[in-house]
Each structure stands twice: as C-alpha cells, then as structure tokens.
C-alpha cells in the first residue's frame, strides 16, 4: 500500500498556495492491469467501502450500526459524521480548507436502494451536512437545498449553527492570500471527498458523499459532491458508484452515473471505473485543467465486486467486509506522478 504522505510529497501540496506542478507520464501498460477482475473478484456482503484513508474510521462506525441491526442510511451518516467531526481532515466538514473568502462551504448528499437522495450544498455553518443531505431526503418532498435554505432548513431540524474555520484552517488562509494563487492540485491535504458505498445483507445498496471541497475555491463553487449522476449513483438492480477529484471533471462526464450504467451493460466494477476514467482523460487532455487534475471512483456491483480505478497514481480506498475485515487498498490507475 502507498504511503499517503509519500503522495503528499509527490504532488507538493498546496496547503498554504504552493502552486507547483509536476508533469506526469502515461503508463501504457500499468502492470496491474494485467490482473483485472483480481481486486473484488470473489464476491461478499455485506460490504462498506469508502474513499482515502479517512474511510477506515467511517467504515469502522459504518459497519459497526450495520451489524447492530440499524438502517443503511443511519449506517452511512454515522460513518460519515467521523470525517465530518476531525478538524485532521482537511476537505471533510469541521476544520476543511475554506473557499477564498475565508468561508468554510459544505455538500453533502445521500442516496438508498430505492432511489431515494437528498442533497445539500454550499452549506455553511452545520458540521454535518450528510445528516442535512439525509433529512432532506425524509422530510421534504425535494432532492437538494442549497445555500441559505439549506441552512434554514437544518436550523429548523434542530441543528445548531457554529463557526466551523478552527485557527489551522484560518492560518492556512490566510498564508494562501499571501500568493492568492488558485492551484487545487488533488489529494488527501487539498481536496479529499469521502464517498461510501454499502451493500446490506439483504443485497440492497445505499451510498453518501460528504466534503468541503477545493480548498480557496470561489465563494458559491459547488463541487460534484451533492450532484446525483455525478458525485454519487447507484442503482439498487445493477450497482453503485463514487468520485473523488477535482469535481469538475466529474460533473462534465456525469462520472458515477456512467460507471454505473457500464456496469449495467455488463461491465465489472473494475472495467467501468476504467473506462470512465479513460473518457474523462481523452475530454481533458488539452483542457486548462489537466495540469493538475485528479479523478477517482469507486464502485460495487449488485454481487458484492468491488473496485477502484484513478486518473493518477496515490488514490486508495477502504474496504470491509466480513472475511478481511477492515483495511486500505490502492487503486490501480493511467498516469503517475514524476517529478
């Protein structure tokens, strides 16, 4: 497994507007994918897995109220309020990079085996926008708030407004408008959404994202997390998906939505993130965007197979299941960083 502080250094993040960008070379033939299919190949549920490292302890409470005979999506937004609630993770929630005005924004969206989803973004001021994104879903006949309705909805419910910005967040700002450089080069310190995917032991398939996106973005960007189609899509006969990434690029392509539906087709969970990846590389390869973007997804499909598959190298996701327990795997991917 890749040491994520190694990839840190690989791609001299910029926590504080360091704008370096490396160039990176194609593999033509990453070695792994010789052995497609290996990685999920032997299929189990129930199943959680999630995005970056961040996903063990959300996969851990996910898993935990799954075996205690909870709901799939009271599973979910517990596993997701963990990040959510660590100001050590810098994309998720409380503690999360802000945009260029100092401003700490939040989506967050949830979906179930019904098709049911509820959505929030450009949440400000709740630390937990999945539990927004799931009383969305229960208790209004809409998909997705937004912005001031998003949080007078949440106060509504009974949430408490509070500043989300700790002094790490704020000084890292503020050290960024020393350059005010917008470079939102992709990994764990910069832009690092949590997406989680679980499949029941009934086969049943439900998933949730949660993020506060690119850090020193423009007040009011809204990223792919919250987007049904992009960020998050499952459908409960075939499988579900995930991204993780300059949402952008996943938005443009409809990401999780077409991995699904190549899944569909017949498709692995491997093959589709692969050739979603593929088309998203060959639509950005001579966009302004490409210097530094980064695309990940994760799907399963309805068996119990799983995967993940990256534009770049240094993307990994967490699994667990009954036979392996709960552990880090690296993604397989197209291009990696050379500096």
């Avoid at 939040?106 to 085996?113: V, Y």
């Avoid at 969305?136 to 998909?143: A, F, G, M």
């Amino acid at each position: 497994m890749s040491n994520r502080r190694d990839f840190i250094k690989k791609t001299a993040l910029g926590t504080i507007g360091v704008s370096t960008v490396f160039s990176c070379k194609e593999i033509t033939e990453n070695k792994q994918d010789k052995a497609e299919g290996v990685i999920g190949s032997t299929p189990t549920k129930p199943l959680v897995i999630s995005t970056w490292n961040h996903g063990l302890p959300a996969n851990e409470e996910t898993w935990k109220r799954l075996k205690q005979g909870r709901s799939t999506l009271d599973a979910i937004e517990a596993g997701m309020k963990i990040p959510e609630a660590d100001p050590k993770v810098r994309s998720v929630g409380y503690g999360g990079f802000p945009d260029r005005e100092g401003k700490v924004t939040l989506d967050a969206c949830i979906m179930d085996h019904k098709s049911n989803c509820g959505s929030v973004s450009f949440l400000q001021g709740i630390k937990h926008p999945i539990s927004i994104a799931k009383r969305v879903l229960q208790n209004t006949p809409h998909v997705m708030l937004s912005g001031k309705g998003a949080l007078q909805f949440a106060l509504s419910e009974g949430f408490v407004e509070e500043n989300l910005l700790t002094d790490e967040a704020e000084k890292d700002w503020k050290k960024w408008l020393e350059a005010s450089k917008y470079s939102p080069v992709i990994n764990i310190e910069n832009h690092d959404t949590i997406s989680m995917l679980v499949l029941d032991k009934n086969g049943d398939i439900s998933g949730g994202c949660t993020t506060s996106g690119a850090a020193w973005k423009m007040h009011g960007r809204v990223g792919d997390s919250p987007i049904i189609g992009a960020g998050l899509f499952l459908d409960n006969e075939v499988g579900a998906a995930a991204a993780t990434g300059l949402g952008e690029a996943v938005i443009r392509t409809a990401g999780s939505a077409m991995v699904v539906e190549l899944m569909r087709q017949g498709k692995s969970p491997f093959e589709a993130c692969k050739e979603i990846v593929e088309r998203i590389y060959n639509k950005h390869k001579d966009h302004k965007d490409m210097e530094y973007l980064q695309v990940g997804f994760i799907a399963l499909n309805k068996n119990g197979e799983y995967a993940g598959y990256s534009l770049r190298s240094g993307f990994n996701y967490a699994v667990v299941d009954e036979t392996q327990g709960n552990r880090m795997e690296d993604a397989q991917f197209k291009m990696k960083w050379d500096n």
